[in-house]
């Protein structure tokens, strides 16, 4: 009987877990993309998720959302706050980040990796305190009806806002690696990202390949926790939180990798959930550091680690 | 078509190239060759762009390339395959092939120039998919030769093909190159160290020394010069 209902309580954190899973692959992917193509340091990427957040809030209730209705409203709003985002992450591109990285700072001290630690968590503080006083304190949530609807599978409960910001990220996170594979622009990031000498020898621009990587990161990191936003309330220092959570995936599923990225995100989701079956809740950011200890002990590459190069 | 004159790079203190000039005419086959160190693959990089000169001038096909930006060079037809190969490690042979394609212009001959340069190299063509920072050393001297190609260039810029390679994989290089020059009358500029091989296929060679032009003329004049061949071709 005890078993039993260990049991259940197992396929419900499993489940549970890989629905939010889902929405942590997608931010993680969000970061892949920007550290795979530029090496950039950056500890900013958690407040440009809480903005993401914020966006989606501001337009789900906006009357412009309005229109989509309460069940499909939310998810809209997230999918629009990825171009208010990419927007924003351009801006700042061009304005600081490319001036620490990139060609010009690779003989700088650190290859230009100190200058990005100080101005990206200096991006940070300004993000949090600035919205501190846009948004205030009070943690809020993204309100839909769907959350508190859930479908059952057995006597496995699945949150219907969850489900949706689920699909909506496999989704995304799916698109993305098409454009990276297949798209001649993606094409240009990853040369970049490899060799950007050699890609400049090609025709890349590489300073706009990193600034289209950066925006793009940025936004889907957003997108991510705008989707996060309809089952998890937040306020403006949530992001230092989740920048943990988005390093541990990507460096779980092996620095550089895409989808090793997004599996790395699952995993975290994944092991975030389970652990509450065992260990009180406080304890669950630590049991994912254990785990990510646990892993790079075993595979120092990472899950999906590049196949070793020949130079 | 490439006309450089008194060109100087300065790396930090450091003088790479000191007023060198350079010439080199549509449809030649122009070798250069120096020690290590001599500033050859400066050279290349200053005509590339991904060096700032400190003085002179670059003029291709007429035009001040100097003006141009690094990555809009590919585009007016010159390819540079570089020193190391330098292929994209993490991407496919075939994706490394296409991103020589990268310059719209080139795109639209895409599907042709693969055709030649799987006739060129049939290996690349078994090798599509797999990785290129997998390969050997002299396939991915041919995915670097090849992605040069498919930029469908006029002017190829090679930087020491030969280096690290197997002497029988050098000679099939070399014959390669000539058989490019020849059947598609390209354009070629070569840098390397194998000062023998390097002169015997060009149509006019230059010595460069610690930056400087030691020595210009054709094949003839350079293979018969005393100095040169105690210096650099070991006769
Ligand atoms: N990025 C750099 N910073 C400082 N010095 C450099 C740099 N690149 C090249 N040099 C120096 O400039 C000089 C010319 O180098 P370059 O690479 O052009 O020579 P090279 O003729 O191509 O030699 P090799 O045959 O060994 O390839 C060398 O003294 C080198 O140390
Ligand atoms: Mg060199």
Known sequence: MEFGIFLEDAAQALATGILVGGAYALMCVGLGIIFGSMRVINFAQGDFMMLGMYATYYLATSALVGVFGLYAGPAVAALLSGPILFAFGWLLHKTMISRVTGARVADMDGGGGYAQLILTLGIGLVLQNGGLILFGSTPIAVLTPLSRQSWEVGTVLLNQARVVAFVAAIGIAALVNLFLTYSRIGRGLRAAADNPVAATYMGVDVTKAHRIAFSLGVAVTAVAGGLLASSQSFQPYIGIDFVIVMYAGVVLGGLGSIMGAFWGGLTIGLVQQLSTLFLPYQLQNTTIFLVFLLIIFFWPQGMFGRVSERT | ?235
């Not at chain 2, 450091?14 to 086959?29: H, R, T």
């Not at chain 2, 693959?41 to 100097?66: H, M, N, Q």
């Not at chain 2, 639209?108 to 055709?115: D, F, I, P, T, V």
């Open chain 2, 1 to 235: 078509m490439l006309r450089i004159r008194e060109l100087s790079v300065h790396y930090g203190g450091l003088c790479a190239l000191d007023k060198v000039s350079i010439d080199v005419e549509a449809g030649q086959f122009v070798a250069i060759v120096g020690p290590n160190g001599a500033g050859k693959t400066t050279l290349f990089k200053a005509i590339s762009g991904t060096v700032g000169p400190s003085g002179g001038t670059i003029e291709y096909k007429g035009r001040d390339l100097l003006a141009v930006p690094p990555h809009q060079r590919p585009a007016l037809g010159i390819a540079h395959v570089p020193e190391h190969r330098q292929v994209f490690p993490s991407m496919t042979v075939l994706e490394n092939l296409q991103m020589g394609a990268y310059a719209p212009a080139a795109a639209a001959q895409w599907k042709r120039s693969l055709e030649l340069i799987y006739e060129l190299f049939p290996i690349l063509a078994e090798r599509g998919t797999q990785l290129a920072g997998t390969l050997s050393g002299g396939q991915q001297q041919m995915v670097a030769i090849g992605r040069g190609l498919a930029n469908v260039p006029e002017l190829l810029m090679l930087d020491e093909p030969s280096m690290g390679l197997a002497p029988a994989v050098v000679d099939m290089i070399f014959d390669r190159i000539q058989q490019i020059h020849k059947e598609r009358e390209l354009t070629i500029l070569l840098v390397e160290q194998r000062a023998a091989e390097a002169l015997e296929s060009c149509d006019l060679g230059y010595v460069l020394e610690t930056g400087r032009v030691a020595m210009v003329g054709d094949n003839q004049q350079l293979l018969n010069d005393k100095r040169l061949q105690q210096s650099y071709l070991g006769l």
